[in-house]
């Protein structure tokens, strides 16, 4: 299995105490875990970001100490609010040329969830990966960081590193690329530690 401190899974739907993480950490060999979620009380918060969206930020007091990324899921709605976010989650396929152009240099992660192939057929399965492979190159071509996370919902769901190395080959992505672009992209981001002076 991959060895790399810089691996990464932002999108981890589901309350995690201190045992999950270091469960996920040994044995998925992931290094930081994004979770959805405002309420969390988990000692090593150097392995952990928390994702909220803009409506949330005035929770983040509760939550000093943590790194957070805002999020925003993409819909029509979408363009018109700007760049207010750090990352954009696609459904599946629903993107388009002109939000990559429009938002060029503004540094957003386009996250895509694996999650989201666990109901399609061989068709869809194939669009997916051919989508995936055009949002990379847009990704690069606009300086934007393309982001594969699970998507999980339970612990059953996660994804280790190895599977996320699997995606990414197939993909024609080198993992070695990919995990050093994603690592150096949280640490442009990481001005959204939030600290405790108490």
């Known amino acids: 299995m991959t060895k790399n401190s810089n ?3 932002l999108s981890v739907n589901f309350d995690c105490d201190d045992k999950t993480i270091t469960f996920i950490r040994k044995y998925l060999c992931i290094n930081k875990i994004g ?6 009380n988990i000692s090593n918060k150097d392995h952990v970001i928390l994702k909220i969206k803009n409506t949330e930020i005035p929770e983040m007091r ?3 100490g943590y790194m957070y990324l805002i999020y925003e899921n993409f819909d029509d709605k979408a363009i018109q609010k700007g760049s207010g976010y750090d990352i954009l989650v696609l459904n599946g396929s629903m993107y388009n040329k002109s939000l990559f152009q429009k938002l060029a240099g503004k540094n957003i992660g386009f996250e895509i969830l694996i999650s989201n192939l666990k109901y399609r057929n061989s068709y869809e399965v194939g669009k997916w990966f051919s989508d995936v492979k055009y949002i990379h190159y847009l990704c690069k071509k606009y300086r934007h960081q393309l982001i594969l996370s699970s998507g999980a919902c339970n612990v059953y769901e996660l994804i280790s590193t190895k599977i996320f190395d699997s995606f990414l080959s197939k993909l024609d992505i080198s993992s070695d690329d990919y ?3 994603l690592h150096k992209w949280l640490e442009n981001k990481n001005r ?3 600290y405790d002076f108490n």
């Open 192 to 194: 959204g530690i939030v």
């Open 7 to 9: 691996t990464v899974d």
């Open 179 to 181: 995990w050093f672009s």
């Open 35 to 40: 979770l959805i979620n405002t309420r969390v």
């Open 62 to 64: 509760e939550n000093s």
